[in-house]
């Protein structure tokens, strides 16, 4: 009882840091109803459903800066960045917001706010238009 207590004051809390720091501006830009859709899908993850997407952000970093050394943003790394990069979406974005050109206006997100640019540079100097550029590469037209 006391896990399950402590994860779901956990995810309290980062739906409470994340309202601080970005509430306002993503209920300008994507709506209060994809908002609270995306809080209760994150509201309702399993330990397990967040251990994965915590695995999988790793995953992202590891594939990203190798596929920023290799410098093909269409090469085997890349895809795979954008393929697990994906697969995180799925796990905070509420069903039925997922599209390519939405995934790829968030990319285009991290290479023009400085708050995820600099996630992004720390991983691979050049990440965060990297991973833009291995999106536009992969993503169906």
Sequence with gaps: MANNEEFEDLKQRALSENEEKFGEEVRQKYGQSAVEKANEKFKGMTPQQYSDAAELSEAINGALAEAVASGDVGGEA??????????????FWPEGMYSPQ???ALAQTYCIDERFKQYYE???????????????AYLPK
Aim: glycine share 6%; with cysteine.
């Design 102 to 104: 939405a995934h790829l």
């Design 122 to 136: 720390a991983i691979a100097p050049g990440g965060a238009e990297f991973l833009y550029e291995a999106l536009k």
């Design 78 to 91: 890349a895809r795979r960045c954008c393929a697990l990069h994906q697969e995180w979406l799925s796990y």
